[in-house]
């Protein structure tokens, strides 16, 4: 069956850096991508890897290991805004996307 | 960037009454949309494909005869939830994909928060 492994909650400090995995197990690989979702709100999207590597936009950095399965999204310079949960989804070989149950990210100050 | 529009954002009905919801691609024509449903502290739920002029595909476990999509428009996309039931409380969202080419992102509504009293 198609698998996708996030921690269920991760705890950091205002200021400091985390990393939130992914890792995955599909039929198939169409890229990767990485979703913020407020409580109450709907996902809003973060990043998308396809092909190895580290993706950086601005506070946000996500990297991919296709042979690996395996992906995370580091956030530098945490913000209490950034109280969130991170989802992690793939694109399988039907373009369906497979979803994470979603990191809840607690920053405290 | 795509945007797509979501109405109603919350609405709170009786038992055993009908409730519809939107979804528009406001710059962008849509020929599949996605509708998800989120309980809480859960993760997203496809419930079903909506494929413009033709019938949706739903996901295992999802009554088509109580969750009816249209998707009559390239731009538009309704879910409607008959004869609700308080077991039907829940977030809903719809999504679409831009047809920018195979890394296009989902782009969200803004959920609907439906209530079932």
């Known amino acids: 069956g198609q698998n996708i492994d996030q921690p269920t909650e991760m705890t950091a400090t205002e200021g400091a850096i985390v990393q939130i995995n992914c890792t995955y197990q599909?039929?198939?690989?169409?890229?990767l991508f990485w979703y913020q979702q407020h409580a109450g709100e709907a996902p809003t999207f973060l990043s998308y890897?396809?092909l190895d590597g580290l993706e950086e936009k601005g506070r946000f950095s996500s990297f991919l290991s296709r042979s690996k399965g395996y992906s995370y999204l580091l956030l530098k310079e945490l913000q209490m805004k950034d109280s969130a949960s991170y989802l992690c989804?793939?694109?399988?070989?039907?373009?369906?996307?497979?979803w994470g149950a979603g990191t809840k990210l607690i920053i405290k100050p | 960037g795509a945007v797509v529009s979501q109405h109603p954002s919350r609405v709170i009905c009786k038992s055993g009454t009908s409730v519809k919801i939107e979804c528009r691609s406001l710059?962008?024509?849509?020929?599949?949309m996605f509708w998800y449903r989120q309980f809480p502290k859960q993760s997203l739920m496809l419930m079903a494909t909506?494929?413009?002029?033709?019938?949706?595909?739903?996901e295992q476990g999802v009554e088509k005869d109580k969750f009816l999509i249209n998707h009559a428009s390239l731009t538009l996309s309704t879910l409607t939830v008959t004869s609700a039931h308080p077991e039907d409380s829940s977030f809903y969202i719809c999504?679409?994909?831009?047809?920018?080419?195979?890394?296009?992102?989902?782009?969200f509504g803004n959920g609907t928060r439906l209530t079932v009293t």
């Open positions: 909506s494929n413009e002029g033709s019938k949706a595909t739903y």
């Open positions: 999504s679409a994909s831009s047809p920018a080419g195979g890394n296009s992102p989902l782009h």
């Open positions: 599909t039929s198939g690989f169409n890229g």
């Open positions: 710059d962008f024509q849509a020929t599949t």
């Open positions: 890897n396809v």
């Open positions: 989804a793939v694109r399988d070989s039907n373009y369906q996307l497979i």
